[in-house]
């Protein structure tokens, strides 16, 4: 049997709503590889569509607890960072990168901070610097459409992209630093939408979408990068890996739009972990 992989997700808990560690531990730990955990903050719910919620910001544990990690001689397969609380968490999680990196480290960095146009609320365009700056220390990055337009310094544009729309973009994204970009939110009319991958060092690129789903829902940024990175730690190509995380994607939305839950409370990822396993074995 090969070792099993370990990966350090870095992101927040919020307790309540389906996103950062409460879907990124149970679907890396599904594709069977090892999820260690460093919490940047704990707030009450995702910041998305709750009023008042509460930030316990962790910042001035984040250190100390790679601090330990290293004294403990705990080595990485790869590292996978989120949501940031601050700028300050942005720097760390850089000298994290820097104390641990070895040859064969895959880090993978989703720069949530944006979506439909938008900043989330906690952030300035001093934290889309900080993360474009974060994107050039990742082999892989996850933008959406926003936050790629967003670090890049580029008006957003919604609604169907040409495959020279998706490639300029694609190029630019790279240009930041990363080997591999997947741009998510990609469609090329109304009834689609997935995401696009693209190699920079083969320069093959991929548009892998599937049927749209009306509606938005919370937290598909993080389930969605989930399913990549397992698979992608499991063996599977850039591209082979952003099928499976576009297709259990859309199946999860699929679920909560069947449940009629609504928006904020996340996706219903939960069933269909167990054919995700499968895949691996
Ligand atoms: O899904 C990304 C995310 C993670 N963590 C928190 C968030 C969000 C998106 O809004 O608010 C706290």
New binding site residues.
């Given amino acids: 049997m090969n070792p099993i992989k370990r990966v350090a997700a870095i992101?927040?808990i919020?307790g309540v709503g389906k996103?950062?560690l409460t879907v990124v531990l149970p679907i890396i730990s599904t594709a069977g590889v090892e999820c260690s955990v460093m919490p940047t903050?704990v707030?009450s719910t995702?910041?998305?569509g709750f009023e008042g919620f509460t930030f316990r910001d962790l910042t001035e544990d984040m250190m100390p607890i790679a601090e330990h990690w290293k004294k403990e001689n705990i080595q990485f397969d790869a590292f996978y960072s989120?949501?940031l609380?601050s700028l300050g968490q942005i720097d760390i999680v850089k000298d994290i990168f820097e104390m641990f990196r070895e040859p064969e480290t895959l880090i993978m960095v989703d720069p949530?901070m944006a979506?439909h146009g938008e900043l989330?609320s906690?952030f300035t365009m001093d934290h889309v610097k900080g993360m474009a700056k974060l994107c050039g220390h990742a082999d892989v990055i996850v933008p959406n459409r926003t936050e790629a337009a967003f670090m890049l310094g580029r008006e957003y544009k919604d609604g169907p992209m040409t495959e020279a729309d998706i490639d300029d973009l694609l190029t630019a994204l790279a240009g930041l630093g990363a080997k591999q970009v997947v741009l998510t939110g990609t469609h090329f009319g109304d009834d689609d939408l997935g995401a696009a991958c693209y190699d920079a060092e083969t320069g093959r690129i991929d548009y892998i979408m599937d049927k749209r789903i009306e509606g938005m829902y919370?937290?598909t940024?993080?389930v969605f990068g989930s399913f990549l990175f397992g698979a992608l730690l499991r063996g599977r190509s850039l591209p082979e890996a952003t099928r499976i995380a576009v297709d259990y994607t859309c199946a999860a939305i699929r679920l909560t739009a069947a449940d009629g839950t609504g928006p904020r409370m996340g996706v219903r990822f939960e069933s269909i972990l167990a054919d995700y396993g499968k895949l691996f074995g």
């Fill in positions: 992101h927040d919020s996103c950062s903050a707030l995702h910041t998305g989120g949501f609380g949530v979506d989330y906690l919370h937290g940024g993080d």
